[in-house]
């Protein structure tokens, strides 16, 4: 199928920040959302895909594990987003 | 109304066991060399004290400070620390909170209170631009800290104890409305002198010396703070308890008393879930544009929404998901005058002695049936509670569990566990208070993976550089999520791509502390002070104060074998495969730079070299 663009589905959870910035009215807390993206795409396009501004102290996990803004994507990942710590 | 100088110079020594009372003035030779709050409160301490006293007897010495800041404009200028030899670790303590009180007391024309003492019969002390007064509290004394500030509000801002700090609970806390300053049981220590509080009503207006200095220097400093991801928007929106879900996710916070990387039912007591569910509004200290504490609706009933530490010690570490019960036992650790990070640390401690069969008690992970009875017990020194009122460490000493009793230099562990962030590890065994969150935190720069979690390189460097410019800080006072904004919103941090920033932080560290960025901070102080402080003197304060806090322990037998973490956590994989900390490793490096030696004791060149006069 040579031309035609692969696309992957992955589960997307945002938190800090990013929660109260997201205005997808399908995002819900519970779960989060569902996004269709295309083959290697990575965390930081889906901030792109939901419209949401990128920083670098931004923190990314893949399937539980720590992944950085460029990590590449696969068909059924689960990424949480999480924006930058401070004191508590 | 009367113009009093940020930098008044005048604080009151009281003495409550003979009723005197004195205006000294700061020398401007420690004015320079310990700037304000945590260093010139140290600085009256050391002065003063005789070593070996026991905390809770007369001779202890209780010092309230402000910094230059407090009470002017400048980014979270209502500040002030609390200063003592904790009756919990039985070392030096500094202890900071917001609130009014303090800029009252700037505003009455007082830089701090020396309390030396102790009163024959409960007292509190009144400020006003008067003056001072020794008062009568016996109709005050037994209640709670909430009560007692509504029934007396007309008097003015209060700084108070409760029932904890009456009953001498080694983690009591003194309370400002509803800001605490809850570690290392400063309210023991005021309880412990009979003094039921200070109020303070100053009716002055706080100026900086060099006026317009410090509004160009405000003015650039307050819109950073606004500009900043975390303190314009995060911690506007959704408080310290953003970090749950963060520190939550990347196997950090304390579940079941650090024996659980994870707790599977996390988002239930998140900042988010408390925004959605419970949020009436935000709620912050004088001139805070920040205004990180709200006020949540909890089952019907308006309280403090609780603050991160708090959610993790009474939530995960306890496995417990109930927001509205964090939120009660939150307002009941308030209105007797408690620390939620011990008290929250003790009862996970006592759980698992429970469960052990050492202690036998009602207490089980997950269930809350049983908390609200013993936060009142450990309040009163009922039963169970008497022996928790001691704390992690002497309770472990009495019942056994050593290996599992969390805590540094008798300083329970802040919500962060060091396995996941080894740099945090350092920073809690060589903070001089014991396991605090406030000095030489590198968390967050590890959790956001400038720094490896795991490993040794540039932690020695960072935790150092953080815990002198935070100590420094400390002293100006800046509250810790103010320093944030200052040390990140510059072009050279915003400009630096992040793979340069940690490249630097790990393989170039020497170059990374010495760069870090310190204007604001210098331009503010500078503007109040009137003379120019620059970023080395800025960075040498600091690391005065640090090493002037260690000598200080020093004297009291503090060595580098109290230098270290609990046994579970250097010993117990959390995360399977996880590396150990290497502490030894970077405690070496961590010396070294100190200038310490292999005791951990400050060199004389050292000591020299930071201009500290040896008495």
């Known amino acids: 199928m040579l031309g035609k663009k692969q696309q992957i589905k992955v589960n997307v959870e945002l938190f800090g920040g990013l929660y109260v910035k997201i205005s997808n009215e399908e995002y819900s807390f519970e779960s989060g959302i569902e996004l269709n993206l295309a083959d290697k795409s990575t965390p930081k396009d889906i901030l792109k895909a939901l419209d949401l501004p990128f920083f670098k102290s931004m923190i990314f996990f893949v399937n539980e594990e720590r992944a950085s803004a460029n990590a590449r994507l696969k068909n059924g990942d689960k990424i949480i987003c999480l924006t930058a710590a401070s004191g508590g | 109304m009367k113009t009093i100088e940020a930098v008044n110079n005048k604080v009151v020594e009281i003495d409550l066991t003979s009723g005197t009372i004195d205006v000294i003035t700061v020398a401007e030779n420690d004015r320079r060399q310990y700037l304000g709050g945590k260093g010139l409160a140290l600085k009256m301490i050391y002065d003063r004290i005789k070593p070996g006293i026991d905390p809770l007897s007369a001779e202890n010495i209780l010092v309230l400070m402000s910094g230059p800041t407090t009470g002017t404009a400048a980014p979270t200028g209502g500040r002030y620390v609390i200063a003592a030899k904790s009756p919990l670790t039985g070392i030096f303590a500094t202890s900071y909170l917001g609130g009014h009180f303090g800029v009252n007391l700037k505003r009455a024309g007082y830089d701090g209170v020396i309390i030396h003492g102790k009163a024959e019969i409960p007292s509190y002390i009144n400020i ?61 220590v005021m309880g412990s002198k009979n003094l039921k509080g200070l109020v303070a009503n100053g009716k002055g207006r706080v100026v900086a010396k060099n006026t317009e200095g410090f509004k160009k220097a405000t003015k650039i400093a307050q819109n950073k703070v606004k500009a900043h991801e975390n303190t314009g928007v995060n911690m506007v929106e959704l408080g310290t308890a953003q970090n749950v879900m963060i520190y939550g996710t990347s196997g950090i916070m304390p579940v079941k008393n650090y024996r659980k990387p994870y707790f599977d039912k996390i988002k239930n007591i998140s900042a988010e879930k408390i925004r959605d569910e419970h949020f009436i509004k935000n709620h912050g200290c004088f001139g805070c544009s920040i205004k990180c504490g709200r006020l949540g609706d909890f089952d019907g009933k308006k309280r403090v929404s609780p603050e991160y530490e708090t959610i993790a010690l009474l939530g995960s570490n306890l496995e417990i998901d109930e927001l509205p019960k964090i939120a009660e036992w939150n307002e009941t650790l308030n209105r007797l005058g408690m620390d939620s990070i011990s008290a929250g640390n003790t009862i996970g401690f006592a759980m698992e002695l429970n469960e052990k069969g050492m202690l036998k008690s009602d207490l089980e992970f997950g269930k809350t049936g049983n908390i609200d009875s013993i936060l009142e017990k450990i309040a009163y020194r009922k039963g169970l509670g008497d022996d928790l009122a001691e704390g992690v460490k002497r309770l472990s000493d009495k019942y056994g569990g050593k290996e599992f009793a969390i805590h540094v230099k008798g300083l329970e562990l802040a919500a962060y566990d060091p396995r996941g962030c080894t740099g945090q590890g350092l920073g809690y065994a060589t903070a001089n208070c014991g396991a605090t969150h406030l000095s030489g935190a590198t968390h967050s720069v590890e959790v956001g993976s400038y720094l490896h ?4 390189r540039g932690k020695a460097h960072m935790v150092k550089m953080m815990q002198d410019v935070t100590d420094v800080a400390n002293s100006s006072i800046f509250c810790i999520q103010a320093q944030y904004p200052f040390l990140e919103e510059n072009p050279t941090y915003r400009n630096t791509p992040k793979f340069i920033l940690k490249f630097v932080m790990r393989y170039l560290p020497a170059i990374s502390a010495a760069t870090i960025e310190l204007s604001d901070f210098c331009s503010l102080v500078s503007g109040i002070l009137g003379y120019e402080i620059n970023h080395k003197e800025y960075y040498k304060i600091g690391e005065r104060i640090f090493n002037l806090e260690r000598l200080m322990n020093c004297r009291e037998g503090i060595d580098s074998s109290d230098d270290t973490l609990p046994q579970r956590l250097l010993g117990e994989e959390l995360i399977a495969g996880a590396p150990p900390i290497e502490l030894g490793k970077m405690m070496m490096k961590y010396y070294k730079l100190r200038g310490w030696d292999n005791n951990g004791q400050p060199k004389p060149t050292t000591l020299e070299r930071l201009d500290i006069a040896v008495h």
Not at chain 2, 136 to 158: I, N
Not at chain 2, 453 to 456: E, I, L
């Open chain 2, 128 to 188: 006003t631009n008067e003056g001072l007064s020794i008062e009568d509290a016996s109709s005050l004394w037994g209640l709670d800290t909430y009560e007692l500030q509504e029934k007396q509000m007309e008097k003015g801002h209060w700084a108070v104890i409760g029932p904890a700090g009456e009953n001498l609970v080694r983690y009591a806390a003194v309370v400002s409305g509803n800001r605490i300053a809850g570690r290392c049981g400063m309210g023991a």
């Open chain 2, 453 to 456: 979690s795991h490993g040794t």
